[in-house]
């Protein structure tokens, strides 16, 4: 959570009989306050206000300008209410007040403020300024989407391609597939594709290497947030026919490593391969100086096109930086490296 620095305005004034009114109020630097939307009010913040040379038997007042309100303990009443602090002989001792975002205001960024004041004979005023910042989300939104679409490839794969706006606090994106245009009856059939979190424009590409049944296929994204709750965007459909252009997919005649893509690539890209024969295949992903940083196994029991997605991250789950990396494919006698460019 970032700070905003607290800005202070005095104005001073003398009365007649009275001394200089003076008005404390602390920390000098608060924490910026966050309220997401739909989930109840910011985090509090507290100010401790005390004064001096007031007049006996009047007060402090504590006033909210905009969507802030005040409460007199974390767990009192919240309102968008002036407090009064009753002051004793001319002194108020230092006092908490605590301070939120109100719940219930529109999404957007908020820079307002809180006043303490002591009202003097007029037009005499003594007063403090106290100006908070927050910032107000929707977690319904974790995830802005401009496009997202499903096309047919020369190798009669299906291409999904989506472009995000802004994320924030995503942990990835599943695909599902259904030969209906009913979610219900759709089945994941992707791994968790990670997540870049960023305001910047990001393009993610998944290919379906596994159709085999001709019609009419329909698919949907799924958004998938650090908090647990998720997200739909679709359905975009392709009609795939067994033949049709390019042919379906053959029984490859060679065992070999194809070229990942995207490459260059951020977030993530496809590891694709061809087996002409059933095997046990391994493809491990190699930095420049030759260490292994994250490493993939897999069974197959018939010839065909196969393929994964790295998210760019370690066996740990640490992102990697950009840079140049290898991978490797061994499948009985079989070997053969490639590059790859993450470009972040």
């Known amino acids: 959570m970032k700070k905003l620095s607290l800005i202070v305005v005095l104005a001073l004034a003398m009365a007649a009989g009275f001394a200089q009114v003076v008005i404390n109020v602390s920390p000098t630097e608060i924490t910026g306050l966050d309220y997401v939307f739909g989930q109840g009010p910011s985090d509090y913040q507290i100010l401790t206000v005390s004064g001096s040379g007031l007049e006996p038997y009047k007060s402090l007042i504590i006033d909210v300008m905009g969507v802030f309100e005040l409460a007199e303990n974390p767990g009192g009443s919240w309102a968008a209410t002036a407090r009064a602090i009753s002051d004793g002989n001319g002194v108020v001792a230092p006092t908490p007040i605590y301070v939120r ?53 020369a190798q009669n794969y299906v291409q999904l391609t989506w472009v995000s706006q802004t994320e924030t606090n995503l ?46 296929h329909y698919y949907w994204l799924q958004n998938v947030d650090m908090d647990g709750s998720s997200g739909f965007h679709g359905p975009a459909s392709v009609f795939f026919t067994v033949g049709g252009n390019g042919g379906a997919p053959s029984i490859p005649k060679f065992t070999r490593l194809e070229n990942a893509y995207p490459n260059p690539f951020n977030p993530s890209t496809t590891i694709r391969y061809q087996l002409k024969d059933p095997g046990h295949v391994k493809i491990g992903i190699y930095n420049t100086r030759g260490q292994l940083l994250q490493s993939f196994e897999r069974n197959h029991s018939d010839a065909g096109h196969y393929g994964f997605i790295w998210n760019g991250c370690d066996s740990s789950g640490r992102e990697l930086p950009s840079g140049v990396y290898l991978y490797r494919m061994s499948c009985g006698r079989y070997s053969e490296t490639k590059k790859m460019v993450l470009q972040k």
């Open 101 to 153: 975002l109100e719940a219930g205001q529109a999404i957007g960024n908020y820079s307002n403020q809180v006043w303490v004041s002591y009202n003097l004979p007029q037009p005499y005023t003594a007063y403090k300024i106290v100006p908070v910042s927050g910032e107000v989300t929707d977690p319904t939104l974790p995830v802005e989407l401009s496009h997202f679409s499903a096309t047919m490839t």
């Open 171 to 216: 942990m990835g994106y599943n695909v599902y597939r259904s030969d209906s245009d009913d979610l219900s009856s759709a089945a994941k059939i992707s791994d968790l594709i990670g997540a870049t979190n960023t305001s910047n424009a990001q393009t993610y590409i998944f290919y379906d290497m596994e159709l085999d049944q001709e019609g009419t």
